[in-house]
């Protein structure tokens, strides 16, 4: 019988029996090593955790900076997915030329909670109306329809609403 380092009969397995790099993942029984196995000084590198939503119960201090992407939609671009099948992000920005268009969000329940910026360029003084999804409101729509540049944010507060106010324009 092959072993490694002493022979079992003699002690058991020490971390000093094994090579550095000689266990790899796909040796490690899934669910196996649990939060007491890992020193409480232990610092994972970031890159090795997976990309994925991380549940926090408690209140979190963030020492270092957190900012969320900015997407720059197509012109004319009238609806903000928020879902995660969507664009990702929480900023957008969109400029407006033409058209007519109803402000709309894409919902799902992952995405109550959420809440965001969109920079808003209207070009054309193209006039505006909401989307059911959108609560806005109607003075800041009539506000819109002045060409310019706005500051929109947003507030999921549901799978079917979003509240959202805006800016005086900005220039």
Same mark, same amino acid.
């Given at each position: 019988m092959s072993y490694l380092g002493r022979r079992p009969a003699d002690a058991a397995l020490t971390s000093d029996d094994i090579a550095n790099d000689i266990i790899? +993942?796909?040796k490690i029984a899934n669910d196996s090593i649990v939060n007491a196995d890992i020193k409480s000084d232990a610092a994972i590198v970031a890159t090795k955790i997976a990309n994925t939503a991380v549940t926090l119960s408690d209140d979190q201090t963030i020492t270092g900076n957190i900012r969320g992407s900015l997407t720059t939609l197509s012109n004319d671009t009238n609806t903000?997915?928020?879902t995660?099948?969507?664009?990702g992000t929480n900023n957008f920005k969109v400029?407006?030329?033409t058209? +007519?268009?109803a402000i709309t969000f894409t919902l799902d329940a992952n995405t109550?909670?959420?809440?965001?910026?969109?920079?808003f360029v209207n070009t054309g003084a193209t006039s505006f109306s909401a989307h059911s999804t959108c609560k806005i409101a109607a003075a800041d729509l009539i506000t819109l329809a002045t060409a310019g540049t706005y500051w929109m944010s947003y507030l999921c507060i549901s799978t079917t609403q979003v509240l959202v106010t805006i800016s005086t324009k900005l220039i």
């Open positions: 790899t +993942s796909a903000f997915n928020l995660n099948a969507g664009i400029t407006f030329t058209g +007519s268009p109550v909670g959420q809440s965001g910026n969109i920079v």
